[in-house]
Each structure stands twice: as structure tokens, then as C-alpha cells.
């Protein structure tokens, strides 16, 4: 339920601005208005002094972060090798400030770079984006909206209630390109909310949120999170791009947008974007923008799974910083999906290089091809990379066969031998036999002439 005034039947905008970060002290305000009417034009007075006093202490803590680029440069090359949270040790104003909130929505589950219950916060004049803790009301981080880079609006896999996570990736928190020294990095940002309105959200018009049944917290943050960001618009998954060959296995009527894979022991999801490729959500996020793959390849091609090797280039990097990342046990089904999307976007693929190429067993053999199918092919025509597979490994084995000689298989046994003396034996058996025959006759022709005699 959103929050409404508990005595009046219209939010008043400038009370809603001055206690959006106080909503028991909001509800106190609200009740006192509904025992005395008459006092509502003092409370909006203080509301509004509130509202200007919050605003001008904003203001006055501005020169000490200008100050900061000149001097204190030094400094802030010690803060940003503190093992703390250099969100927050540098940019104070930015993200802890006491600014004014735009918007806020309650109860948000995040899962980095802290995994708790934290109310989302975006700041006036779409400044940062933040996470305030419910209980001590202290935000425990954030980013300011000019730092983000990419932000992604993905569903969660393999759960039974549909939920999104979205993934707010700023300026070198890929987890490609390391910062520059002095440079203060911000950590990438990961939350989650269910398929379904807003239960406690707050636009800073006055405005209240979370009533309308047609609209869902997931596009509601999406839209806010458009209209704040000048960098990037937040990214969905795309049929176009890339379909799992598998649906949801919780929820067998949708499509998934994922396909599981391992990043060395740690289990996560390949999710492949109009922008790029996101392995999550696993600390840390890895995200390969199209302007940091250098190459992608296949190797460990079985029958059942492949693994999927991205040579990714940090922005601005030579040849010497390009490192290779494997993602390995991906199931055979997707990659007909995922070589298509790969083609699409005009990566490179390596898989043949001689240098990485791997051995290939058990090949699933593809169904015979309909000749009238075939005839319509081209000669352009790429040949697929388990076609290829499949082809090498059907000439290795012709050539195996080919070597195959069976008449000294019959010389090595000693069966084959014996059979030989036999046969040569029984020629010999055979003309000794001829011989006693022709004798035999000659006997019995001369006993024949001695009768006759």
C-alpha cells in the first residue's frame, strides 16, 4: 500500500518532500492535520522550511568537493585505495548528501554490493542513485547518474514467483576495465523486485505511486530510471536477440532469456543483450559491451555441452591487456541461438584459429540434409562450427579406416597360421593320397593277368 495520509484524502507536496526519508513522522503530521484542520497551513509552512533548509545545506557543502580537484587530488588517491566503498569516501554530496528525493521506492531487496532490505532512493535533479538503510536511515551506498554506464532490467531464472533483477553497472565496474589510477570506481549495483505494483513508492511531486494495478514496480523504476539517465536507457532482453532453446523450467509457458553456464566453479547465467553479454549475478558482475570483445570461440565441443571463451579488450586497451574469460558446461541446445546472435552482431569468431584449436569428440551427428534443401544452399554459405567438428571428425575416422589393413591382423594371430600349415598339410595329405590310389590299381591289374594265366 502506498503511503497516504491517514486523516486526509489528498497528499499535500510540500509535507510528501520534507518527510519522504520519515514516513512515521510524515504519518504524525497527517494526523495532526486531521484532528486540526485549521493548523494545515502551518505545517505546510514547515514543511516548505524544511524542504529550503535541507536544499541549502546541499549547497553549502558543495565548494569542499570543487575544492577537491586541486589539492586534495592526493588525497583521493589514498581514499580510492581505502578498502571502503569509494562511492562513498569520495563523493559525499553526491551520494550521502541530504538532497531532496525525487523518488523512493521501500522494501527493495539488493544483492550487491550488500545483500539486505534497503529503500531505493533517486535524488533531485536526477543527481545519484542510492540505498538507504531502513532502520538507521544512513545510506549505505550509491552512485551518482552521470557515472552509470549500463542498466539492465533482466528476469530471474528458475524461480516460481516471476521476478526481475536489475543491474546498474557504472563507469569501470564491468569487471573489463580496471580504472585509472585516482580514479574512483563505483560498484556495480544489483536489486531485485517482484512482478507486481509497488507496495511504497514516492515521486516528488506529490504524487503517489504503487496505486495504479496496471502498472508494476518493474516498469515503474524502469520509467524513472529512463528519465534520470542521460548515458543509457535501461536494457530488456530481446527475442530478437536471443531465446533459450529451453522455456523457464518454473514457469514452462515463458520464454528464457538465460543460458546457464560456469565461470570456473561458480554457477551463474549468460544473458545476451542488444548491448552485450552479461554473465550474473554472482559478485562480480562481468559485462562484455560489443566495444570490449575482441573475439569469441568455442571449445570442449562434446556431445552434450560446449564452452563458450570471450577474449575481451578493456576500453582504450592494446593487445597486451586483452584477457580470456571461459564459460564453460553450456548445454548443446543453445548454441544454434547463441552462434546466430554471435554472427549477428559481427564478432569474431576464433574457433579455428590454429593456435586455439581444441579437440573435438563425440560429435552429435546432424539429421541428413534434404537434398532439395541443399540444392538451394549457396556456395557463400558458412559451414557452422559443429558441422565443422563433425567433418573433421568423420575424415579422422575415414582415415583410420582407410589405414586399417585386415591381412595383418591374419598374420599376427597364431590361429591364422595354424590354418595355413593345415591347408598346406592337407595338399600334401591329398597327393599322397593320389599316389596309394594309382598304386592300388596297378596291384590289382597284375593279380587280374595272373587269373587269366
Given amino acids: 500500500m502506498a503511503f ?50 535541507l536544499a541549502r545545506n546541499a549547497s553549502t557543502s558543495l565548494p569542499p568537493a570543487a575544492a577537491s580537484d586541486g589539492p586534495a587530488a592526493k588525497k583521493r588517491k589514498l581514499q580510492n585505495g581505502d578498502t571502503t566503498n569509494g562511492a562513498t569516501a569520495q563523493a559525499p554530496v553526491d551520494v550521502k548528501g541530504d538532497a531532496p528525493i525525487q523518488f523512493y521506492v521501500q522494501d527493495i531487496s539488493f544483492a550487491a554490493p550488500q545483500r539486505k532490505k534497503l529503500t531505493l532512493e533517486i535524488t533531485a535533479g536526477s543527481s545519484c542513485l542510492r540505498a538507504r538503510n531502513q532502520t538507521t536511515k544512513e545510506v549505505e551506498f550509491g552512485v551518482p547518474m552521470n557515472q552509470i554506464r549500463h542498466a539492465l532490467c533482466l528476469p530471474v531464472p528458475e524461480k516460481t514467483q516471476k521476478q526481475f533483477n536489475f543491474c546498474v553497472i557504472p563507469q569501470f565496474a564491468d569487471g573489463i576495465t580496471p580504472p585509472p589510477e585516482g580514479e574512483t570506481a563505483y560498484e556495480a549495483i544489483v536489486f531485485t523486485v517482484a512482478d507486481g505494483p509497488a507496495k511504497a513508492a514516492f515521486l516528488g511531486t506529490g504524487q503517489q505511486v504503487g496505486h495504479n494495478p ?44 538465460h543460458v546457464k553456464a560456469f565461470r570456473g566453479s561458480k554457477e551463474g547465467y549468460l544473458f545476451l543483450l542488444s548491448t552485450g553479454i552479461l554473465f550474473a549475478f554472482k559478485k562480480p558482475l562481468l559485462f562484455f559491451s560489443f566495444d570490449t570483445i575482441d573475439s569469441v570461440s568455442y571449445t570442449s565441443v562434446l556431445q552434450r555441452t560446449f564452452n563458450l571463451n570471450i577474449m575481451a579488450r578493456p576500453a582504450n586497451g592494446t593487445e597486451e591487456d586483452v584477457q580470456e574469460l571461459e564459460f564453460s558446461m553450456i548445454d548443446q541446445a543453445d548454441y544454434g541461438g547463441i552462434d546466430d546472435y554471435i554472427k549477428r552482431h559481427g564478432l569474431q569468431d576464433a574457433s579455428l584459429a590454429d593456435a586455439r ?44 579406416e582407410e589405414d586399417y589393413d585386415p591381412g595383418s591382423d591374419a598374420e599376427s594371430e597364431g590361429s591364422g597360421g595354424s590354418s595355413s600349415e593345415g591347408d598346406e598339410d592337407g595338399d600334401e595329405f591329398h597327393e599322397d593320397a593320389d599316389q596309394v590310389s594309382d598304386g592300388d590299381d596297378e596291384d590289382m591289374l597284375k593279380e587280374e593277368g595272373s587269373d587269366d594265366e
Fill in 357 to 400: 584449436r581444441a579437440k573435438v569428440y563425440n560429435i552429435n551427428g546432424g539429421k541428413a540434409e534434404d537434398p532439395e534443401a541443399s540444392a538451394t544452399k549457396t556456395e557463400g554459405d558458412e559451414e557452422s562450427e559443429l558441422q565443422k567438428a563433425q567433418r573433421e571428425l568423420e575424415d579422422q575416422e575415414d582415415e583410420e
Fill in 4 to 53: 497516504a495520509a491517514i486523516n486526509s484524502s489528498v497528499p499535500i507536496a510540500s509535507i510528501e518532500e520534507a518527510f519522504a526519508t520519515e514516513p512515521a513522522l510524515k504519518n504524525r503530521v497527517y494526523d495532526a492535520i486531521g484532528m486540526t484542520p485549521q493548523h494545515t497551513p502551518l505545517f505546510e509552512d514547515l514543511a516548505r522550511y524544511t524542504c529550503n533548509l
Fill in 214 to 257: 496496471g502498472e508494476t514496480a518493474e516498469a515503474l523504476i524502469r520509467k524513472v530510471l529512463n528519465d534520470n539517465m542521460a548515458q543509457t536507457n535501461v536494457i530488456c532482453p530481446d527475442d530478437r536477440q536471443f531465446v533459450s532453446a529451453m522455456p523457464e523450467p518454473h514457469r514452462k509457458k515463458e520464454k528464457a532469456f
